[in-house]
């Protein structure tokens, strides 16, 4: 039988609503959740360790069939136009978008406060994982760029785990550039669908490198498109997720200073 994701997402969101306004009454079931999630995310790693392993088995058949077939050139080809829509769309929020919702809500000079979080922005960088910059993010927030450590702790360590702006925008592109490559045409449905999947995935992405190639796959199922495609761009996501986890990262700190700024209570 078919697995419908998107109303799983939709219902798995609701519910953790509705058990976190029962407050206590939930506590076990809470419990629950909270250690086979952790087990879960033991598994994830662990895999993540193994993976390259797979993945330079995956990309090296890709390319030796397409090399075979006298496509490599076209292929290369595809795969630099998907990174470069990938990181053309992760540059215009980064810089354009995230600085003019600070500028609109804080009246900062958004690339000063850049400047302020330019040592979380690096760590993110080199490390890959919103979870390991978290410390990083919260001292630079605080120390650099003056955000309320009221507002900064409690947006911060929330946004290393609900906030992948960056993952949700990457995923997207991801499934139009295999549907391209497989031939599959989207209409306006199913790009919103993508949209919409995209976005709830990145809310569940573990915080951790490379955790969007598991959430993808929720993306491909909802679109109905190939799991397969996720070869066409395994080679290149040790990149790509670099620069995604620093739009997270970015995202979160300028959270922080909107709260502040919105919700006076934050900022005292």
Request: aromatic residues 6%.
């Amino acid at each position: 039988a078919e697995v419908q994701l998107l109303p799983l997402i939709v219902f798995a969101i609701l519910f953790a609503g509705i058990l976190t306004i029962r407050g206590q009454k939930s506590g076990a079931l809470v419990d629950v959740i909270r250690q086979v999630n952790d087990a879960l995310m033991d598994f994830v790693l662990l895999l993540m360790k193994l993976a390259p392993v797979g993945i330079f088995c995956l990309v090296a058949a890709r390319f030796g069939q397409a090399n075979a077939s006298g496509h490599l050139a076209d292929e290369l080809r595809a795969i630099g136009k998907y990174m470069a829509s990938v990181l053309i769309g992760l540059g215009i929020h980064g810089l354009v978008t995230l600085p003019l919702i600070l500028w609109l809500f804080t009246k900062r000079n958004p690339y000063r406060f850049i400047g302020q979080m330019s040592k979380a922005l690096l760590t993110a960088f080199s490390t890959a994982s919103s979870s390991a910059t978290l410390p990083v993010t919260i001292e630079s927030a605080i120390d650099e760029a003056k955000i309320s450590p009221k507002s900064v702790e409690f947006v911060t360590p929330l946004g290393a785990t609900i906030n992948m702006d960056g993952t949700a925008l990457y995923e997207a592109v991801a499934a139009l550039f295999i549907a391209q490559a497989f031939g599959i045409h989207l209409d306006l449905t199913g790009q919103i669908v993508v949209a919409i999947t995209a976005t709830l995935a990145a809310i569940g992405a573990a915080g951790i490198p490379e955790a969007g190639l598991v959430t993808m796959i929720i993306v491909l199922n909802a679109a109905k498109l190939p799991p397969e495609g996720m070869m066409l761009i395994l080679s290149v996501d040790w990149l790509l997720d670099r620069f995604r986890t620093t739009i997270n990262v970015f995202g979160d700190s300028v959270g922080a200073a909107v709260v502040e700024r919105t919700l006076p209570a934050a900022g005292d």
